[in-house]
C-alpha cells in the first residue's frame, strides 16, 4: 500500500501549481486505493490482472509423515503446529497484504507456502509478520521468524549472519521514475538528483558506494520512497526491477522503470545461520517445486501479472555448511 501520510502541506504559487498538486494528492490516493483493491480481483467490474489470481494459484499438497530432526527450527514449528514467516506487505505481486482482510498474496507469499507444505506443516496456517529490508538479519537471529521470504539478495556480507535457501529468483537493481522524468536513464544519470531506496538493502548500498554524486535518501520501505516520488519529494527510486515493475504496473500513467537492470539480486530464503538442515531441506523442496511445476504456476499466479514471462529459475546454490 502506498501511505499518504508524508504528503506535504504545499503552498502552492500559482494555479498552474496548485493543479498539478492536486492531480499528485488524487493518484497519490488513486494508488493507495489500487492497493486496498488488489486483494479483490476477480470481483465485477475491477479491472483484469491487477492483482494475484487467487483462482490459479497452486494447492500445495502437504508432506506426510515428514520428519526434520536435525532442525531447531523445523522441532519449534511441529510443536507449535506452523510456521512464522518474515515477509514485506507493500510490494505488488510479490508480498502484499490486504488491509481490509490481513491476508498475504504474491510470488514471495507463495514460495512461503509451498515451503512449509513441503516441510509437512499446513501453508494456511503459516503467520506472516511484516519485516522490513534492515530487520530481517535481527529477526532470524532472535527467533523472531523461523524463514524469511522478502525479496531477499544472497551475498557473502549477510552469509555470515544468515543461511539462504535457494535462489528462486533472479532480480536486478534498476530505476523507477515518474512519466514526466526525461533525463534519468540509468543510474550515471543521477548525479546531484535524489534517489530512494530502503535502508538496509543493497540498491541503496551500491548507490552509496559506486554513485556518490547521488542525493541518497533512505526510508524503511519502498512504497514510502514511491510516496516521495510521485508527490516530487525525490527524483527517483532504485531497488530490484521485480519491485518496481509492480509499482509502475500499479500507476502506469505517472510512473515508469527506466534503462538495464545494473545488478544480480539472486532471491533466497532467509533461515537461521546455523539451521543447515533446514536450509539444504528447503533446496530440495524448491528442487521439486520448480520440477513439479508448483514455481511457474505460482509465478504467472502473481509476479507474471506484472506483464513479465515466467523466466527459467536461477539454479540452487547448494552451499556446504560452515
Ligand atoms: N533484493 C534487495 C535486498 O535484499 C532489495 C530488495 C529489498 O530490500 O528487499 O536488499
Same mark, same amino acid.
Given at each position: 500500500? /502506498? @501511505?499518504?501520510?508524508?504528503?506535504?502541506?504545499?503552498?502552492? @504559487?500559482?494555479?498552474?501549481?496548485?493543479?498539478?498538486?492536486?492531480?499528485?494528492?488524487?493518484?497519490?490516493?488513486?494508488?493507495?486505493?489500487?492497493?486496498?483493491?488488489?486483494?479483490?480481483?476477480?470481483?465485477?467490474?475491477? *479491472?483484469?490482472?491487477?492483482?494475484?489470481?487467487?483462482?490459479?494459484?497452486?494447492?500445495?499438497?502437504?508432506?506426510?509423515?515428514?520428519?526434520?530432526?536435525?532442525? *531447531?527450527?523445523?522441532?519449534?514449528? $511441529? $510443536?507449535?503446529?506452523?510456521? /512464522?514467516?518474515?515477509?514485506?506487505? &507493500?510490494?505488488?505481486?510479490?508480498?502484499? %497484504? &490486504?488491509?481490509?482482510?490481513?491476508?498475504?498474496?504474491?510470488? =514471495?507469499?507463495?514460495?512461503?507456502?509451498?515451503?512449509?507444505?513441503?516441510?509437512?506443516? =499446513?501453508?494456511?496456517?503459516?503467520?506472516?509478520?511484516?519485516?522490513?529490508?534492515? #530487520?530481517?538479519?535481527?529477526?532470524?537471529?532472535?527467533?523472531?521468524? !523461523?524463514?524469511?521470504?522478502?525479496?531477499?539478495?544472497? #551475498?557473502?556480507?549477510?552469509?555470515?549472519?544468515?543461511?539462504?535457501?535457494?535462489?528462486?529468483?533472479?532480480?536486478?537493481?534498476?530505476?523507477?521514475?515518474?512519466?514526466?522524468?526525461? &533525463?534519468?536513464?540509468?543510474?550515471?544519470?543521477?548525479?546531484?538528483?535524489?534517489?530512494?531506496?530502503?535502508?538496509?538493502?543493497?540498491?541503496?548500498?551500491?548507490?552509496?558506494?559506486?554513485?556518490?554524486?547521488?542525493?541518497?535518501?533512505?526510508?524503511?520501505?519502498?512504497?514510502?520512497?514511491? !510516496?516521495?516520488?510521485?508527490?516530487?519529494? /525525490? &527524483?527517483?527510486?532504485?531497488?530490484?526491477?521485480?519491485?518496481?515493475?509492480?509499482?509502475?504496473?500499479?500507476?502506469? !500513467?505517472?510512473?515508469?522503470?527506466?534503462?538495464?537492470?545494473?545488478?544480480?539480486?539472486?532471491?533466497?530464503?532467509?533461515?537461521?545461520?546455523?539451521?543447515?538442515?533446514?536450509?539444504?531441506?528447503?533446496?530440495?523442496?524448491?528442487?521439486?517445486?520448480?520440477? #513439479?511445476?508448483?514455481?511457474? %504456476?505460482?509465478?504467472?499466479?502473481?509476479?507474471?501479472?506484472?506483464?513479465?514471462?515466467?523466466?527459467? *529459475?536461477?539454479?540452487?546454490?547448494?552451499?556446504?555448511?560452515?
Amino acid at each position: 500500500m /502506498v @501511505r499518504t501520510t508524508r504528503v506535504p502541506a504545499a503552498q502552492p @504559487r500559482s494555479a498552474a501549481r496548485a493543479r498539478s498538486v492536486a492531480r499528485v494528492l488524487l493518484t497519490v490516493l488513486l494508488v493507495g486505493l489500487i492497493g486496498l483493491t488488489a486483494g479483490g480481483c476477480g470481483k465485477e467490474g475491477s *479491472p483484469p490482472g491487477k492483482g494475484p489470481a487467487a483462482d490459479r494459484l497452486p494447492h500445495y499438497e502437504i508432506a506426510q509423515g515428514f520428519r526434520l530432526p536435525d532442525s *531447531p527450527t523445523w522441532n519449534r514449528a $511441529k $510443536k507449535r503446529g506452523y510456521f /512464522v514467516v518474515g515477509v514485506k506487505e &507493500d510490494q505488488p505481486y510479490l508480498g502484499q %497484504r &490486504d488491509p481490509a482482510t490481513g491476508v498475504y498474496s504474491g510470488f =514471495d507469499i507463495e514460495i512461503a507456502r509451498m515451503m512449509s507444505a513441503s516441510l509437512g506443516l =499446513d501453508p494456511q496456517k503459516i503467520r506472516f509478520r511484516t519485516i522490513a529490508s534492515a #530487520n530481517r538479519e535481527t529477526a532470524l537471529q532472535n527467533g523472531q521468524i !523461523d524463514y524469511y521470504v522478502g525479496t531477499y539478495t544472497i #551475498n557473502d556480507n549477510r552469509k555470515k549472519l544468515v543461511g539462504f535457501a535457494g535462489p528462486y529468483y533472479m532480480a536486478g537493481q534498476s530505476l523507477l521514475v515518474r512519466r514526466d522524468e526525461n &533525463d534519468i536513464h540509468g543510474p550515471e544519470d543521477l548525479a546531484g538528483r535524489r534517489v530512494c531506496s530502503a535502508a538496509g538493502s543493497t540498491p541503496y548500498q551500491r548507490i552509496k558506494s559506486e554513485y556518490p554524486k547521488a542525493v541518497l535518501v533512505a526510508y524503511d520501505t519502498y512504497s514510502v520512497c514511491v !510516496d516521495n516520488l510521485l508527490t516530487y519529494q /525525490v &527524483d527517483a527510486v532504485t531497488t530490484d526491477d521485480a519491485i518496481l515493475i509492480g509499482y509502475a504496473a500499479k500507476a502506469p !500513467d505517472e510512473l515508469k522503470v527506466v534503462g538495464r537492470p545494473f545488478s544480480k539480486e539472486p532471491y533466497g530464503i532467509g533461515v537461521p545461520r546455523d539451521d543447515n538442515a533446514l536450509r539444504f531441506a528447503m533446496d530440495d523442496a524448491l528442487e521439486a517445486r520448480e520440477k #513439479n511445476g508448483d514455481w511457474k %504456476r505460482a509465478y504467472e499466479a502473481t509476479l507474471g501479472l506484472s506483464g513479465v514471462p515466467a523466466p527459467q *529459475p536461477p539454479p540452487i546454490d547448494r552451499y556446504p555448511a560452515s
